[in-house]
Structures are given as structure tokens and as C-alpha cells.
């Protein structure tokens, strides 16, 4: 299965991702935020330095709750920019 090249709007969207996460997840360690959403630490990593900017849904949600994010939030400040 070949999978479709990312547009250069999903790799921003994907780095806007990482650095939320990251900016929520603040002093907390990267492998205490991934056991908490039950996600390895390098699934984490690869998100929140844009190697990984599509994640799956449930692996957002589950971060998103471990920092005390809403989803709302998250779509809010990572949907594209108006052109």
C-alpha cells in the first residue's frame, strides 16, 4: 500500500501539533506524559517534533487528556491558518 505524500498544510498542521503538545507538556517528562495516555515515549517524540504529523485520533485524544487539553482546543489552535 502506497501512501499519499503529505501537502505542505498537513506537515504545518503536524508541527503546530508538536508544539502544542509539547508547550502543554511543560517540566513533565516526555515518558511520564506517554504512560499516562498509554503511548510509547517515541510515539510522542515523533510527534512532537513533527516526524510523525498525522497521528492517529485516539492517540491525540489520549495525550490530550493526559495534558488537560479538550479536544476543541487542540482543533482550534491546530486547523490551518485562513489564507
Same mark, same amino acid.
Given at each position: 500500500? !502506497?501512501?499519499?505524500?503529505?501537502?505542505? @498544510? @498537513?506537515?504545518?498542521?503536524?508541527?503546530?501539533? %508538536?508544539?502544542?503538545?509539547?508547550? /502543554?507538556? #511543560?517540566?513533565?517528562?516526555? +515518558?511520564? $506524559?506517554? *504512560? +499516562? *495516555?498509554? $503511548?510509547?515515549?517515541?510515539?510522542?517524540?515523533?510527534?512532537?517534533? %513533527?516526524?510523525? &504529523?498525522?497521528?492517529?485520533?485516539?492517540? !491525540?485524544?489520549? =495525550? +490530550? @487528556?493526559?495534558? #488537560?487539553?479538550?479536544?476543541?482546543? =487542540? !482543533? /482550534?489552535?491546530? /486547523? =490551518? +491558518? &485562513? $489564507?
Amino acid at each position: 500500500m !502506497v501512501r499519499t505524500p503529505l501537502t505542505p @498544510e @498537513e506537515r504545518d498542521r503536524g508541527e503546530r501539533l %508538536g508544539r502544542l503538545l509539547r508547550e /502543554a507538556r #511543560g517540566d513533565r517528562s516526555m +515518558a511520564d $506524559v506517554a *504512560a +499516562a *495516555a498509554g $503511548v510509547s515515549a517515541e510515539t510522542l517524540r515523533k510527534i512532537e517534533t %513533527g516526524r510523525a &504529523p498525522t497521528p492517529a485520533f485516539f492517540t !491525540v485524544a489520549a =495525550l +490530550a @487528556e493526559a495534558l #488537560g487539553l479538550s479536544m476543541d482546543e =487542540l !482543533v /482550534a489552535r491546530c /486547523a =490551518l +491558518a &485562513p $489564507v
